[in-house]
């Protein structure tokens, strides 16, 4: 079969003769290939590539010698133009398909916005443990493929993640399912452990002899139950020059989450800023603000932030980098689930300019309704996942919004991932 275009999720679609789509991973539009079904469902079917019978115009030969059976890259055969484009529509195809926002609805529909970085640009990774291997899942699998090198990582990240495989072959750690590593700008990292369901209280031991790997500055052990602390060694705390904001630095551990492509979170900000469009005197309230990666730019422009984050540990960071800040005075912090907070908000009486939320991958439907009652002109909305954005902005559109621009990201290139930034004025 004749590969048409690709899907969210990285694989390949083709047509049958009776109109049922086939997914087939690895496969490039444009390719012919030999496929054999694997999966039949009723309303389409999966295969895996026998042959390439006729290569596309887009694929190319990996970098990685992982690439055809680790799960972290989904799209490293197409070439980097042949996955914008692909991410470009993907994209579009979801507001358009799941939010009835079609592109020609849109004030400006911006094209992708390209990764400084196609490779090498991961300042942060998970990797799953087994014994002394670190890898990725094998693609559609739960079984580990151990890797010897990842062409997505920064070089001072995969030493760390070297240093500790060759730690970990020293002295192995039985209950060890995961190992979130992270680095600094300054090249220092630090690695949160994560165990597995059955382990002991103090399923760890022995971990502290890891400080004596060159650059591991810090180790945060996660307890086994939810909720009770974790048990930190050294000093995990990270830190890099915050976007836009200068003489600004933000703050971050293993264990708290931190956008992994510092390079294109560069692009990520100021292309949320931009749209916002922050200005002295305005008020923004700003939801799932996380370690403030967007407060501090904001509030260098001269607005002035609320920034609401449930975590205690990314809110903690928050506060400690606004306090250091010459803009801080401009930024209040408050710990509170968003959708509590934006509640009481609006019991009070308050009112914002502007909106901007950058919720995680399930979105953020359950607060939608209490923004629209806050009355601001202006909504920025970052995703990370186009179907729950498509579905959000649909909400908003119905509730007297339109949608003005939209931009994708790439910030996670050989992957299937896409960012994106939708901006919504008050009709």
Not at 113 to 140: D, E, K, T, V
Not at 334 to 342: K, N, T
Not at 390 to 406: E, F, K, P, Q
């Amino acid at each position: 079969m004749r590969i048409d275009s690709i899907a969210h999720g990285g694989e390949g679609i083709g047509t049958l003769p009776s109109g049922k789509r086939v997914f087939v991973p690895l496969a490039a539009p444009g390719d012919q290939v030999e496929v054999e079904i694997v999966e039949r469902r009723p309303r389409y079917e999966r295969g895996r590539i026998l042959r390439v019978l006729e290569p596309g115009p887009e694929r190319v030969a990996p970098v990685c010698p992982h690439a055809e059976d680790c799960g972290g890259c989904q799209l490293q055969h197409l070439s980097i133009e042949g996955q914008l484009r692909a991410k470009e529509r993907v994209f579009y195809d979801a507001l358009e398909r799941l939010g009835r926002i079609g592109r020609d609805a849109i004030g400006a529909a911006h094209p992708v916005l390209p990764s400084p970085r196609p490779f090498r640009y991961r300042i942060r990774a998970r990797l799953r443990a087994s014994g002394a291997c670190l890898g990725y899942l094998r693609r559609q699998s739960h079984e580990l493929v151990p890797i010897q090198t990842c062409h997505l990582l920064v070089s001072e990240l995969e030493d760390l993640v070297s240093a500790v495989r060759e730690r970990l072959r020293e002295r192995p750690i039985p209950w060890l399912a995961a190992v979130e590593f992270c680095v600094g700008e300054d090249g220092n990292g630090a690695v949160a452990l994560e165990p597995g369901p059955a382990a002991p209280p103090d399923w760890a031991g022995g971990v502290e002899s890891w400080l004596e790997i060159p650059g591991l500055v810090g180790v945060v052990v996660l307890p086994v139950r939810k909720g009770e602390p974790a048990e930190i060694l050294g000093d995990p705390l990270l830190s890099r020059s915050a976007p836009l904001a200068p003489d600004s630095t933000l703050l971050f551990r293993p264990d708290v989450f931190a956008q992994a492509n510092a390079a294109a979170n560069e692009h990520l900000v100021r292309a949320a800023v931009e749209e916002l469009d922050p200005r002295p005197g305005m008020e923004v309230l700003e939801l799932f603000a996380g370690t403030g990666n967007f407060s501090l730019a904001v509030a260098a422009r001269g607005a002035r932030v609320m920034a609401i984050e449930g975590d205690p540990i990314a809110s903690a960071l928050a506060r400690q980098a606004v306090a250091a800040s010459p803009w801080g005075e401009r930024i209040r912090v408050m710990r509170a689930d968003a959708r509590r907070a934006v509640d009481r908000l609006g019991r009070e009486g308050r009112r914002y300019d502007s909106v901007l939320l950058d919720p995680p991958r399930t979105g953020a439907r359950e607060v939608l309704e209490g923004i629209v009652r806050l009355g601001p002109s202006r909504i920025v909305y970052v995703s990370c996942d186009p179907a729950t954005l498509a579905r959000d902005l649909r909400i908003l559109v119905d509730s007297g919004y339109r949608v003005v621009s939209t931009r994708p990201i790439d910030m996670f290139p050989q992957t299937y991932h896409v960012e994106g930034v939708a901006c919504l004025e008050r009709e």
